[in-house]
């Protein structure tokens, strides 16, 4: 990263409201700080938005949807492919800048900068790919003509765990359908939201297309364009209590809504996996992004004839990994986000040990500035354990033994949330028969990362409503008209 500087990422980027193809000043003048979580020192400050401001993004982007539905897909999808390209160009300076707000060490976060232009390259594919249908009347009397048009103007909030990927792949298929857009990034890490506000700006997007605001107040801004009316969509990424709040407001003027909310993934290994192969995706599943993503292995269960050889590998694994701030050479485990991240992971620690769970490495946190936790397993943990029912976000991976095929599934599918769940077996027959019986929207068999711009990502139960990527993701921005012709 020669020449990259952080100061010079971190001033590169505008910190106003992006409304209507401008950077404005928040209405009331008021900021917020922007923080390095391996530090806790002030990075800089961004316009904190009000009421008044959302609702002035919202009329920029119900003013440009008539216009921006007329656009070409080819073009639609021409901006799209730029922006992939500008992403791809630019994702040293942008990995430092994701790492520096967030904390993911900065390979990662490269990483991730990657992973978020494949959503606008895979989407400037599928523009052109909106297809419809003809069809003679049962009758004969008459024809169907099906289209598929633009929803409207949409709402999208993202998380702060994956600043830059989150955008991407809302982006990407409203763009890509012709919807236009008030976007709300997490109010942690605000940074890499407008770096790609300015990229989608210099690739030629219109004008009131992409509006974005910064807050500090995420319910007291949206709920209003919620209410609204002129809105026609909502698209949430975060928490599945944040998701119930927002399907009961989205009720009342009927939004169409996407809803990727939490996980309680289950890690299942069966006495004839490879072992190393199983290691290796518990490594993946649960040390992606330190822990705190809504993917991670939450819970892992392990046959018990294997359980011990699993867990002294899983453990060597995990005490070899590098702790620092993510800007430092070889580091692996970052910060957590901020303190109130570290507070829930003891805590969660803390009651599995309380109640038997024996710590192999980890354990406690770690003292001195920023907020670190370091890699953890724990064994023989309980199933009243708060780890078993609680999503930890956090590097910890809690082992329970079992016995049965059949005992394996209960345990798996005993929780609420139905996101993802990874399945480590050799046998083809037992592969098929655990992944239909387990309730999640993704399987991991075999692989501990399931995630791929080219495949629909969503869950089941409450982990959520609809899917993100692969033929599907456009889907949820578009409906489907019937014109009906007489003869």
């Not at 928040?26 to 923080?35: I, N, P, W």
């Not at 400037?124 to 069809?135: F, K, M, P, Q, T």
């Not at 989150?166 to 890490?189: D, E, H, L, S």
């Not at 701030?325 to 969660?348: F, H, N, S, W, Y």
């Amino acid at each position: 990263m020669s020449g990259i500087t952080e100061n010079g990422v971190v001033g590169a980027v505008g910190k106003e409201l992006f409304i209507g193809g401008k950077w404005v000043a928040a209405r009331s003048g008021k900021t917020f700080d922007v923080q390095d979580p391996s530090t806790g020192e002030v990075l800089c400050q961004v316009a904190d938005a009000g009421p008044e401001d959302g609702l002035a993004a919202l009329d920029a982007a119900v003013a440009a949807q008539s216009g921006w539905a007329a656009v070409a897909p080819r073009e639609r999808g021409e901006i799209l492919h730029r922006a992939y390209e500008k992403l791809i160009e630019r994702r040293d300076e942008l990995a430092l800048l994701m790492t520096l707000e967030m904390g993911k060490p900065v390979a990662e976060a490269a990483g991730e900068i990657t992973y978020a232009a494949e959503f606008f390259r895979w989407f400037a594919e599928e523009a052109v790919r909106i297809d419809g249908g003809y069809a003679v009347a049962p009758n004969g009397s008459g024809r169907f003509l099906i289209t598929r048009q633009p929803v409207g103007p949409t709402l999208l909030i993202t998380p702060w765990n994956f600043p830059m990927a989150m955008g991407t792949r809302k982006i990407g298929p409203a763009v890509a359908a012709g919807c236009t857009m008030v976007i709300k990034p997490a109010a942690q890490t605000p940074l890499s939201m407008l770096a790609l506000t300015q990229i989608l700006a210099d690739a030629g997007l219109p004008e009131g297309v992409l509006n974005v605001v910064t807050t500090k107040d995420a319910g007291g801004v949206m709920e209003p364009l919620i209410r609204d009316g002129r809105a026609r969509k909502l698209s949430f990424t975060g928490s599945t209590g944040v998701g119930r709040k927002l399907l009961e407001q989205c009720a009342e003027k009927v939004l169409r809504t996407s809803m990727e909310l939490g996980g309680n993934a289950p890690f299942v290994v069966f006495d004839d996996a490879d072992l190393d192969a199983a290691v290796e995706g518990a490594m993946q599943a649960k040390m992606r992004n330190i822990g705190e993503a809504c993917t991670a292995a939450n819970r892992f269960y392990v046959q018990r004839g294997v359980a011990e050889e699993f867990s002294r590998k899983l453990t060597e694994r995990m005490q070899a990994l590098p702790m620092g701030r993510g800007t430092d050479e070889g580091v692996v485990v970052g910060p957590l986000i901020d303190e109130a991240a570290v507070k829930k992971v003891t805590e969660l620690v803390k009651d599995a040990t309380d109640k038997g769970a024996r710590v192999l490495t980890g354990g406690s946190r770690v003292d001195g500035p920023g907020h670190f936790y370091p890699a953890t397993v724990l064994t023989d943990v309980p199933v009243d354990a708060r780890l078993a029912s609680e999503e930890i976000f956090g590097p910890v991976a809690p082992i329970t033994p079992f016995d049965t095929e059949d005992e394996a599934v209960e345990k798996a599918n005993d929780t609420e949330f139905g996101l993802v769940s990874y399945l480590f077996t050799s046998d083809l027959k037992r592969a098929l028969r655990v992944s239909e019986r387990l309730e999640a929207g993704m399987i991991g068999l075999n692989q501990g990362i399931v995630s791929n711009p080219a495949a629909p990502f969503g869950g089941v139960k409450q982990s959520g409503l609809g899917r993100e990527g692969g033929t599907v993701g456009i889907d949820e921005f578009l409906e489907t008209k019937y014109i009906a012709v007489s003869l």
